[in-house]
């Protein structure tokens, strides 16, 4: 049956050697492998083992194909591929939690090195394989991490070489991991919490986030660890959430709410950032302390805070649009839906899209696919093509303001209150 499907698999994969061209503003690269040498190892594999396949445009980008092997329903273990010509510029499995997620984990473990060869040279805890530390990163999503800033809870971002890998879950359903090439500049660990270490001590934090970033949790607690005890609040972030802290349970609570005040009484705003977050005065403070100093996803948080309803015209998302002026993508996808969805103009609504793909950078991802290109796909059809080729170019063009930037208008319209 397995020699089958892949029979069915190369065939399929050989229609698109005729394809056209990338996205309209954001540059996919093209993973290490070719496509058919992916569906290869899929179709060798338990899960995908005589898994049906469905081939069609890929929305909201051009000249890219999707081919989806299995069945994406909540209940199954199924895969997105995106393809242009020969090249794999995409790839995401959807992993449901029951029975067991250890089939679509394991697929994954063992087709990550294929796609990012460093993998091989990760530097994992000496008690744990290659193959179960890259599968417990999946387990890494929940709201108690700080790892995540730039999109909130359940996203988890690793990036291994040239490769994003993103984690993305639903509790208690299903999750899904994606794969793409990731831009240059594009290092989610380094990109959020650098700019706030303070310049004496960037060049001792940057090997310790860069290990978080690969997810070599070992190696980020040896690097931090001596600087934790020095008292950086940077560090103090990082063992807070990996230093594995020993004791009972409200022990090791209270052992990592200790860190997360150091680092925060430090002035380290994503840890202030982090204690800012549930509703209460306390926190409400914290919160305060984060987005005075500029730090996008405190600022987001509060901006988020300050209205519910989702209307293009309600004058409290306008603290929300200066966030997305600042460049952090959550706001920018509230932008998205507030003028797709919610009453606004379809052209600001697509131009907002595009910027937003640019800021996720990349196109695999449950979140991008279904927030971003869906919804650029529907505007398509409410635009002539020359509005979207401006608006193409206008997105390309665009660059965030920085916080001093924008801080008079963050003031005047109370954001920072």
């Known amino acids: 049956m397995r020699n089958a499907v892949l029979c069915r698999l190369v065939v399929l994969v050989a229609v698109l050697v005729t394809g056209g061209g990338a996205a309209r503003s954001l540059e996919l690269g093209p993973l290490h492998p070719e496509a058919e040498t992916v569906l290869a190892r899929l179709a060798d594999t338990d899960a995908f083992a005589g898994a049906a396949i469905v081939e069609r445009p890929a929305k909201g980008l051009p000249g890219v194909r999707a081919l989806t092997v299995g069945e994406p329903n909540g209940e199954d273990v199924s895969a997105q591929l995106l393809v242009r010509g020969r090249a794999l510029i995409g790839l995401r499995l959807e992993v449901p939690l029951l029975p067991s997620a250890d089939p679509g984990l394991y697929a994954f473990a063992d087709l990550a090195p294929l796609l990012e060869p460093a993998l091989a040279g990760l530097a994992h805890d000496e008690d744990v394989a290659g193959r179960e530390a890259v599968k417990r990163w999946a387990g890494e999503i929940g709201l108690e991490s700080w790892m995540r800033p730039r999109y909130g809870a359940y996203r988890l971002e690793r990036r291994v070489g040239g490769t994003l890998f993103v984690f993305e879950g639903v509790p208690l359903e299903r999750f899904w991991i994606s794969a793409s090439r990731a831009p240059e500049t594009l290092h989610p660990v380094l990109d959020d919490l650098q700019p706030h270490v303070p310049a004496a001590e960037r060049a001792a934090a940057a090997p310790a986030l860069t290990a978080v970033e690969r997810g070599e949790y070992g190696e980020a607690r040896r690097l931090a660890g001596p600087h934790a005890e020095a008292g950086a609040g940077w560090a103090l972030l990082v063992m807070a959430d990996y230093g594995e802290p020993i004791g009972p349970g409200r022990a090791m609570s209270s052992a990592i709410n200790n860190m997360l005040e150091k680092s925060a009484d430090t002035g380290f705003a994503p840890a202030q950032y982090v204690l800012g977050q549930p509703e209460s005065n306390f926190a409400e403070r914290r919160l305060t302390e984060a987005a005075k100093a500029g730090y996008g996803p405190a600022l987001a948080l ?116």
């Open 302 to 417: 509060k901006a988020r805070r300050f209205y519910r309803g989702g209307r293009a015209e309600d004058p409290a998302a306008r603290c929300d649009e200066l966030v997305a002026l600042q460049g952090n993508a959550m706001a920018q996808l509230r932008t998205v839906y507030r003028y797709a969805e919610g009453g606004g103009a379809a052209d600001t609504a697509y131009f907002w899209g595009r910027v937003t793909l640019e800021t996720f950078g990349e196109a695999a991802s449950f979140t991008v696919e279904r927030y971003i290109l869906h919804t650029l796909d529907v505007l398509s059809d409410r635009l002539a093509p020359a509005v979207m080729a401006k608006l193409d170019a206008d997105a390309a063009d665009w660059s965030p303001k920085s916080f001093d930037e924008l801080k008079p208008k963050y003031e005047a319209l109370g954001c920072l209150e």
